[in-house]
C-alpha cells in the first residue's frame, strides 16, 4: 500500500492528510481530515488532479493591456501546459464583460477561458 501526504486546501483549516492507495484493490485509504470534503480532496488528488488555470491574455483598445482570465472550470493537470500555451496565442478586442467567453473548449478540455474582469 503506497501512501502519501498532503495539505488539504478546501477549507482555511489545512488539515495534513495520509492518502493510501491499495493498487491491487484500487481502494483510497484517508486519515487525518476532519471533515469529509477532506477525504474527497485526497482521493482526487491522487487519482485524478485537478485545478482552475487562471492567467491574462492581451487585449487591444483598452486601458490595461491584459485582460485576467480563467478556466470555467477544474481542468486535469496534465493539460496545464497545453492551455498556457493556447492562452499565449489569445488577442480580444475590447469591450470585454466578465464572464464573457474567450475561448471554449481549451485544449480539448471541456473547460471555457472565461473574462474575470470587464473592460470597456
Request: charged fraction near 20%.
Amino acid at each position: 500500500m503506497n501512501s502519501t501526504q498532503i495539505i488539504c486546501i478546501v477549507c482555511p483549516m489545512g488539515c495534513h492528510l495520509e492518502v493510501a492507495h491499495d493498487s491491487a484493490s484500487g481502494t483510497y485509504s484517508v486519515s487525518g481530515n476532519k471533515c469529509s470534503r477532506g477525504k474527497e480532496y485526497g482521493i482526487n488528488e491522487l487519482s485524478n488532479p485537478t485545478r482552475v488555470v487562471t492567467s491574462t491574455v492581451v487585449i487591444e483598445g483598452a486601458h490595461l493591456k491584459r485582460l485576467p482570465v480563467k478556466t470555467n472550470r477544474p481542468i486535469a493537470k496534465g493539460k496545464m501546459f497545453e492551455c498556457m500555451k493556447e492562452i499565449d496565442k489569445v488577442r480580444v478586442i475590447a469591450p470585454v464583460k466578465m464572464g464573457q467567453i474567450i475561448l471554449k473548449d481549451i485544449a480539448g478540455t471541456g473547460a471555457d477561458l472565461i473574462a474575470t474582469r470587464s473592460m470597456g
